[in-house]
């Protein structure tokens, strides 16, 4: 005699699988969630201490160059010149932007930040056109840095920083940048 159950408790192995398929869907989901958030924290943290670093750099080459009073070399990666400070260069060496004192080299100088692709100055005439050593230091009225940090985690490689230095100590006679 066969007994028939009239009361079933249980699942059936068919609920069971398509209940483990939901369950692992959720779950994948979940985990790339997871994985996108944290990888945007370590962006994040990585452009933090980015900015922090060329911030600091920028804020002092900026803060050399407004009292200069005499240029006695530049060119497009390194000027030497003469403030309140005494004798000063800024330069380019080996991915580094240096800055160095009292006609030391700059290979000996101290790193204001690293990692660097390419640096350049520009030297702006109060005529607009570009001011050169040799001319009066009264006919120079800024002074523009440009420096790209390498990134390896962007598509460029790296990412272009610019400011203009306005002086205030050559007593300029003012001009257009």
Do not use: C
Request: glycine fraction near 10%; charge should be neutral; avoid cysteine.
């Amino acid at each position: 005699m066969i007994h028939i159950l009239k009361n079933k408790k249980g699942f059936t192995l068919v609920e069971i699988i398509v209940t483990m398929i939901l369950v692992s869907i959720l779950s994948a989901g979940a985990g790339m969630g997871i994985v996108a958030i944290t990888q945007g924290y370590l962006y994040a943290g990585k452009n933090g201490q980015m900015a922090q670093k060329t911030n600091i750099a920028m804020k002092r080459m900026s803060r050399e160059l407004q009292d200069i009073y005499f240029v006695s070399a530049a060119s497009a990666s390194s000027i030497t010149f003469f403030s309140t400070l005494g004798q000063r260069t800024i330069g380019f060496d080996t991915n580094a932007i240096k800055l160095s004192e009292n006609g030391d080299p700059i290979a000996g100088g101290d790193i204001l930040i690293d990692d660097i692709a390419n640096f350049t100055f520009s030297f702006t005439h109060t005529s607009g056109g570009s001011w050169s050593v040799g001319n009066d230091i009264q006919d120079l009225t800024g002074i523009t840095i440009s420096f790209d940090v390498l990134r390896s985690d962007i598509a460029s490689g790296s990412m272009t920083f610019t400011t203009t230095v306005y002086l205030r100590s050559n007593n300029n006679l003012g001009g257009t940048i």
